[in-house]
């Protein structure tokens, strides 16, 4: 029985909320893994070192730089969860802005926060083993990830585009049929093309396909009604600094 | 009968016979419907979820349904659907095994589909794929078992393309407006005077559905009409490939400028692969369950469009977006020729409505052939 832990950096919750969201299959996974630790889920806290660790969040502290080294010191393998922990997440639009400004905004004693000025990916700090991309991650991919280093093989994770997954479930594309904007084409699959089976456009929660196109992406959005500002606003939400190549050529 | 012989005149409610009569077979009947806002292929359960009164509006990467004001029910071309869907589903599980308790490991196949197709509706160009199809995955020393046992036994009952879309190039590949061989039963849609459908047999199972329908011999004026609209399609076609054989124009074109240019527009999203009725690409993977006694390996649509699909040990081969897509358009047009004995294109021109960007396959074609002979000494 492998040791499993579950780790939180600057993140909302949602992604480690998956493994719980797997009701039907977490008995069999339970029955598979020893949960070493996971707070969302129990109080109990088993000392490492660890087979595998689930890493949530981006860095946005010095003290969170630290800990995500103890946490690689202390794993055999290490995935990743979400667009936090591997494009920094919303929380990186402050890369492109002043922190200071943003806190003596929001806070009433700003002097209080201590936190970097950017909010980075787990792999600009330690090395990563997989990344489940995703806002949230898709529960499927999390199991096929925990059932392959079960299995002891490679998971099954795709870096084409959402395009792929939409047709191989017959949905009609939203952007031919419909002139919906959809970021679908430059996006990576593995959400099994869920936004564009309920009629509207992917807004690229998985971050960049393998090989995007952004210029010709960029035409595509333009011709479908949107100004240069609507297409950086749509690169610029869950995933801004890994479309920030894509999205460069987007005005 | 045969096809040369009197075709027989169908009403307008005939369709709901024919339903009747394929259903009474033992066929689950697949044929066109709006969904979403566009005609697709799904298995149906009655004639009147058939796209009464429904056409399509095409374009390069654009595609509308419109409402008619007659009751057409086959008047539309290049939905996103195509038979490749059933016969060759986007995923398949090729075998399974399980561990058992005394240690050893069962093995079975690949799922045996329950049913039996029938293809109600489709056009010309989706029968010649067909026939590409029969040829890629059956016809050679090894036929795929998930495609015979989906394909074999299968009804055709193909409507005459009388209403071609302007994607549409069947006339440059020889696979329309006219229905000529493939199908067990072909129907020419008539609208002026009177929705009815002419009917024609192509095979002994075809006649024999056919006589089960209510029906009479049709008159001189109505076969006279359905010839005459199946004519009328083929004039309105206006989009084609170059008139030289396509096969020496792509390997002449191998070094062309124009890659790099298609590749400046093309997304790589693979969109052209999955709607094309003949792209059979397929990638495979071992699918475990948690327990670790049940493993599945099982079959998905790929594509030449993504960079794994040519990883080999190492890295990708096919790394540009330009060589990518001179892979999918020289196999298409080209290689596949010396691979198939014949085209791998049937001229459906759904590749070029469901391209988000709208490449343009004929348009492609055109500038290979212009540069070719700038080239040309």
Redesign the interface.
Known sequence: MITLAVWKFASCDGCQLSLLDCEDELLAVAGQVRIAHFLEASREVLPGPYDVSLVEGSITTAADAERIRAIRDASRVLVTLGACANAGGIQALRNSADVAEYASAVYARPDYLDTLATSTPIAAHVDVDYELHGCPIDKGQLLETITALLAGRKPNLPAHSVCFDCKRRNNVCVVVAHGEPCLGPVTRAGCGAICPAFGRGCFGCFGPAETPNGPAEADLLRAHGMSGDDIRRLYRTFTVSAFAEVAGDAS | MRSEETPRLIGADGLGALFTALRDRGYTVVGPTL????V?LAELDSAGQLPSGWSADTEA?????RRREDGAVFAHCAG??SAK?FVHP??ARLWSADRNPDGSVSAAGPDAPAKRFAFVGVHPCDIAALGVLDRVLAGGEHPDPVYTARRDGTFVVVAECTEPAATCFCTSMGTGPAATAGFDIAITELLDGGHRFLARGGSPAGTEVLAALPSVPAGAEDTAAATAAVERAAAAISRHMPDEPLPALMTASRESPRWADVA????????CT??CPTCFCTST????????QH?EHQR????C????FSYLHGGPVR?S?ASRYRQWMSHKLGTWQEQFGMSGCVGCGRCI?????GIDITEEAAALAAARLEDAP
């Open positions: 969904r979403d806002g566009a697709v990467g654009r595609y509308r349904s996103p659907v869907t986007p995923r400046s527009r093309c997304l790589t999203c693979g969109n999955m709607v993977e071992d699918v475990t369950d948690l327990t670790g493993t998905h649509w790929d594509s469009f993504s960079l794994d790394t977006t409505a469901w391209c988000p960007a």
